[in-house]
């Protein structure tokens, strides 16, 4: 993995990695306020794809200093893509990456060769109230007084389908370990409350980039969210991984490598 020193275009420095050849891949991770977890993921298509990582700013190896604002996410995001001379590029989402790739690909869709929305939540805001109380029956067993990593991987446990598991891979998520950044976090989602379903439907309406929704059907947050999402986008598949949480990738490797694949290849 060659990793580079992105510019965006108000001088601050982005950490982005590129990994494997072919047609470029760049996989936006989750958070907000977090950092790209992708190692396993980012090996599945390497011998296929050219596979671009980068954190978001704010998070892991990226400078701390916003502002943080999704028009701002975008700009960064269309920053890497320029870094990496791409004219077009497929894009990788999950979880709050899938709102990142799919808001670019609505701003920018000649930019975007195929979209691929992991573990989203949708347009909406109802799934909230759903996983809330999904969040706290899985953690129920778990107990709660720890701060910074360790409250992190408490409440990522939550996010894998396998509970004797969960932990290890829990921990493995949290290593290494950057530090959540609250501010980026508390901003983005205060941000993304404000969304308009109705003008969010419409726009998908309208977008022509082939799409894939992967969804691990486990995963806490309700997958009935993404339903106005996949009805709306003219050219849409989805699969959806039985054994799976919110991180297809660790629990459903195979699967989900083949569905991502064959997505990219047409």
């Known amino acids: 993995m060659e990793e580079h020193k992105v510019i965006a275009d108000d001088g601050r420095v982005l950490w982005a990695a590129e990994l494997g050849r072919g047609e470029p891949l760049v996989l936006c991770h989750g958070g907000p306020g977090l950092w790209d977890m992708f190692d396993g993921l980012a090996e599945l298509p390497a011998e296929r794809v050219r596979v671009i990582r980068w954190d978001q700013r704010g998070g892991g190896r990226s400078e701390r200093e916003g502002p943080y604002t999704t028009a701002r996410t975008l700009a960064d995001l269309d920053a890497v893509r320029v870094h990496f001379g791409l004219s077009r590029t497929a894009l990788l989402g999950h979880s709050w990456g899938a709102d990142v790739a799919l808001h670019y690909a609505l701003d920018y869709p000649n930019r975007v060769t195929s979209l691929v929305y992991v573990s989203g939540t949708g347009l909406g ?13 899985r953690l129920a067993d778990q107990p709660e007084g720890p701060t910074g990593r360790e409250a992190a991987v408490r409440l990522w446990t939550a996010d894998f389908a396998d509970p004797p598991t969960a932990r290890q891979k829990a921990e493995e998520l949290a290593t290494p370990w950057f530090g959540v950044n ?22 998908c309406r309208e977008l022509a980039v082939p799409t894939l929704i ?6 806490v947050r309700p997958r009935w969210a993404v339903d106005s999402l996949a009805e709306a986008l003219p050219d849409v598949a989805r699969v959806v991984l039985p054994s799976a949480g919110h991180v297809p990738w660790v629990e459903s490797p195979g699967s989900f490598g083949l569905a991502v694949l064959a997505h990219l290849a047409h």
């Not at 983005?188 to 726009?203: F, I």
């Not at 992967?214 to 995963?219: N, Q």
């Open 182 to 203: 609250e501010e980026a976090n508390a901003a983005l989602n205060a941000e993304s409350r404000t969304w308009d379903e109705r003008d969010l439907v419409g726009r």
């Open 125 to 137: 805001q109802e799934w909230r109230h759903e996983y809330r109380r999904n969040l706290a029956e």
């Open 214 to 219: 992967i969804d691990g059907a486990e995963d």
